[in-house]
């Protein structure tokens, strides 16, 4: 019995001196914990796109913004192509006024003639089409340049479960996510596939394209179609040597997810729901970061770029997961 006491003494005593520090009292895991070393958004690899010309849909802002000016630093010829136009060409004016080549396309990915018109201004400007970004998409039917408003006309075209969904705001999200992410996409191949020099292509999905979200049934399914086009798109053009993969994020801090965070309070304010959204609300890294951060747009589009680089050579169809974490648990 007393040799039991002594050892189990001995085993507390262990615990306590591996569990707390002496000096703090605080616990020795927690002393540990670190964020993880973010990105600056000032990074860039001189010339790795030299000479080579990327078209990027949704370019006015946010992620696409952000991978435009990038690749423009690092040498690329930059077209952006945005139904936003204002904010589109003051993000092209900004890159050729730091030295950089960017051209803006006014146009709206659910028209093939737009799409078909921004890969030609590419060609006509630039000479040829090497890589593509393919990142315009909505969160709901609400024209994404116009301000937040919570009423009876908008809330028609806003995210709802199923059975309150309106069929604008499927046909709104349907027609720009999936339609017009195949029409961009097509268009795009055309180019490269006559071009016979092979490219990269990059679809931004989400992690609504990998898993379910709750209270938006056209987001998630229209993501879960983006992602199905890769996969297919990535078997039918590797005969050419072109490469398509996805990028599937979760938080990342855009004009896009700010308004869905003032639509979710809004909803949570008018009673909706039963907050099915707030069973998980955070990745693995926003959890752990002492600030409960998410990504930033510049982390986002330093991985897009990555994926149309010689770099990722040996990546095609793949469905990358850049969320943090959040797929993984």
């Known amino acids: 019995m007393k040799t039991k006491l002594i050892l189990s003494l001995a085993l ?15 616990p020795v ?62 993000t092209a004016d900004s890159i050729n006024g730091f030295g950089g080549k960017a051209l803006f396309v006014y146009g709206n990915i659910q028209k093939d003639e737009d799409c078909r018109r921004a890969v030609a201004e590419a060609v006509r400007v630039y000479g040829q089409l090497d890589y593509a970004i393919l990142n315009a998409g909505v969160m709901d039917a609400v024209y994404s340049g116009a301000p937040f408003r919570y009423d009876s006309t908008t809330r028609r075209l806003m995210p709802a479960i199923i059975t309150d969904a309106t069929d604008e705001y499927w046909e709104g999200v349907m027609a720009t996510n999936a339609t017009g992410t195949f029409k961009s996409l097509r268009a795009v191949l055309d180019q490269m596939v006559e071009q016979r020099k092979g490219g990269a292509v990059v679809v931004v999905s989400s992690i609504a394209g990998m898993t379910g979200l709750a209270g938006n049934p056209a987001y998630v399914a229209s993501k879960h179609a983006v992602n199905g086009l890769v996969r297919s798109a990535a078997i039918d053009y590797a005969p ?90």
């Open 240 to 329: 050419y040597g072109i490469r398509i993969n996805s990028v599937n994020m979760a938080q990342t801090y855009t004009p896009m997810v700010e308004t869905a965070y003032r639509f979710v309070e809004a909803q949570k304010k008018a009673g909706i729901g039963f907050g099915m959204g707030d069973i998980k609300t955070m990745s693995l890294m926003a959890y752990c970061d002492s600030q409960h951060r998410g990504s930033y747009p510049w982390e986002q589009a330093s991985n897009m770029l990555y994926l149309i680089s010689d770099e990722a050579s040996a990546l095609t169809g793949s469905i990358i997961a850049t969320d943090g974490g959040w797929t993984d648990y």
């Open 29 to 90: 895991e927690a002393s540990k914990r670190h964020d993880v070393n973010r990105l600056s958004k000032d990074y860039y690899i001189p010339h790795r796109f030299d000479g080579r010309t990327i078209l990027i849909t949704g370019g006015a802002r946010g992620m696409g913004k952000w991978a435009a000016v990038r690749a423009a630093k690092e040498g690329a010829g930059v077209v952006i192509m945005d139904w936003l136009e204002d904010e589109g060409r003051h």
């Open 12 to 26: 507390l005593c262990a615990f306590r001196t591996a569990a707390f520090s002496q000096e703090t009292g605080a």
